[in-house]
Structure formats: C-alpha cells, structure tokens
C-alpha cells in the first residue's frame, strides 16, 4: 500500500491517539488527491488534501471547528530565532 512504502522511506511518521478524551469525538478523515494542469493540458503538479466526513459532524458540537496545517517556511525561521534570543 501507499502508506506503507512512506513509512518505508521516512516520509510520514504516524502517531496513533490512544487516550482520547471523554467529551472528544474522533472524527474519520479521507484522502483527495487531484492533478493540476496548465491551459494546455500539461500537468503541472499532483496536491493531496485530508478532509473531514462532513457526516459525522454535528450542529453546535464540532460543525464549526476548522484546523489548516498551514506554516510558511520564513515563519518557522523566525519563531525559532524569536525564542532563542528570548531564552
């Protein structure tokens, strides 16, 4: 399988919840995966996206709650230097 060959060449590190808190709800997830292509047809790049099963979700539990993995490379750099000049 896919998963197995990225745990094979280190390239994701899966870490299992296993105390999850009584008042959470685990949510199950799936994989979109599209090609991106230019006018012309070339392709241009493969993106991968993990989405939540919107089924699952309930009104006024977790319907709101949004999470985006998002971080800029010169942001990580500069919170690094930030906390070593501020000990």
């Not at 993106?47 to 490379?73: M, S």
Request: proline share 3%; net charge positive.
């Amino acid at each position: 399988m896919e998963i197995e060959g990225l745990r094979k060449f280190d390239v994701i590190d899966i870490h299992h919840i296993s105390n999850l808190p009584l008042w959470a709800l685990l949510l199950s997830s799936i994989w979109s995966y599209q090609r991106k292509r230019l006018p012309n047809g070339i392709l241009l790049k493969y993106k991968a996206r993990i989405c939540i099963n919107g089924k699952e979700q309930a009104f006024g539990r977790d319907y709101w709650e949004t999470y985006a993995p998002v971080a800029l490379l010169a942001m990580i750099c500069m919170m690094l230097i930030l906390s070593s000049l501020l000990n």
